[in-house]
Nanobody, 130 residues
Framework: QVQLVQSGGGSVQAGGSLRLSCAAS????????MGWFRQAPGEEREGVAR????????YYADSVKGRFTITADNAKNTVYLQMNSLKPEDTAMYYC???????????????????????WGQGTQVTVSS
């Protein structure tokens, strides 16, 4: 059974940092398109960052560029989202998502479209206070 288990998150003051983790299991972890999304109350789910685990290509939403970093540790089947210089507007439920067995071109084509990702983590809350 394909599964993504998230950890990390919590509450922090503006300007602080948090790291989210997303561990994959239940399938042969090789070339994946992995993304981080977030959803604030009353808002649609939006893409934050994406990485292709079979290479080095990444993508960041303009709102987090320069502050967030997505990385993958393939030995641990885990993707991370390091969030620095957090702002109150970063407050949301954060989800990791995967589209296993993808190519880099697939990943670029998927972009941050939620329907392209077929496996989702359970979500973790990030709250940033001013």
């Amino acid at each position: 059974q394909v599964q993504l288990v998230q950890s990390g998150g919590g509450s922090v003051q503006a300007g602080g940092s948090l790291r989210l983790s997303c561990a994959a299991s239940g399938y042969t972890y090789s070339n994946n398109c992995m993304g981080w999304f977030r959803q604030a109350p009353g808002e649609e789910r939006e893409g934050v960052a994406r990485i292709y685990t079979g290479g080095t290509s990444t993508y960041y939403a303009d709102s987090v560029k320069g502050r967030f970093t997505i990385t993958a540790d393939n030995a641990k089947n885990t993707v991370y989202l390091q969030m620095n210089s957090l702002k109150p507007e970063d407050t949301a439920m954060y989800y990791c998502a995967a589209r296993p067995y993808s190519t880099d071109d697939d990943c670029r084509r998927f972009g941050m479209k939620t329907f392209q990702y077929n496996t989702w983590g359970q979500g973790t809350q990030v709250t940033v206070s001013s």
